[in-house]
């Protein structure tokens, strides 16, 4: 799991914490700006590891933001960290179920498409402008590794997944091709949130939907 520091200033008082999606980079969420905040990007899950509270204890609030597969990586990863407000985008603590989850051949099709096309990213093939992440360039990771990473966290998914933080908002995009909306809306209503807007999978296309919950 790589950390990535886009913003660490001594004078900033509070953090966001982005948990990206799977194959994703901080190229998804680079374009929204949030001066007076450090940010905290993580992504690239071949292997996870829980996040150390004692790191963040400089902090006086703590945003998280977490994205798709990245929901799941927060519950085993993010369970000390004493967060402020956490927002789930487009996903459950559940990606691989049968009622809360996304079709795990959806995730196996991406996965073979990733491995015979060697494109950087499936979601963005045919692409409307907006409505997967924006255009790359990747390079950080080869088709391979992607590969190896969607593997790795869909079978830890399958043999693990249980709830553990207290989500503040759960934000289901009307459009997702990936994760059901249907299954998004049976799991959030179950805990009392939920909030639908005009989107595809990719969350982060209008800034507003990390600024809004900053100014909350």
């Known amino acids: 799991m790589q950390q990535i520091w886009l913003t660490q200033e001594e004078g900033n008082q509070d953090l966001i ?46 945003y998280l933001f977490a994205w798709s597969f990245g929901i799941w990586v927060a519950e085993q990863c993010c369970r000390e960290v004493p967060i ?25 099709r991406s996965m073979r498409t990733l491995a015979k096309t060697g494109t950087d990213n499936p979601f963005t093939e045919g692409a409307e402008a907006g409505r997967y992440m924006p255009a790359g360039p990747y390079p950080d990771r080869t088709a391979a590794e992607k590969v190896t990473e969607l593997e790795y966290l869909a079978g830890l998914a399958e043999q693990n997944s249980t709830a553990h933080l207290q989500w503040a908002q759960a934000y289901i995009a009307d459009k997702d091709e990936i994760f ?22 990719y969350p982060f296309a209008n800034p507003a939907i ?7």
Do not use: K
């Open 84 to 108: 402020y407000r956490a927002i789930a985008l487009n996903g459950t603590p559940y990606p691989v179920h049968p009622e809360w989850g996304m079709r795990l051949r959806v995730v196996l």
């Open 17 to 62: 914490i982005y948990m990206l999606g799977w194959a994703a980079t901080p190229n998804a969420i680079q374009h929204i700006a949030t001066p007076g905040y450090d940010v905290l990007v993580c992504c690239n899950y071949t292997a996870i590891h829980p996040l150390s509270a004692a790191a963040f204890t400089r902090y006086r609030r703590i």
């Open 180 to 201: 059901p909306p249907a299954r998004m809306w049976a799991y959030w209503q179950t805990v009392g949130i939920g909030t639908g807007f005009d989107s595809w999978h």
């Open 210 to 216: 990390v600024l809004n919950e900053l100014q909350g």
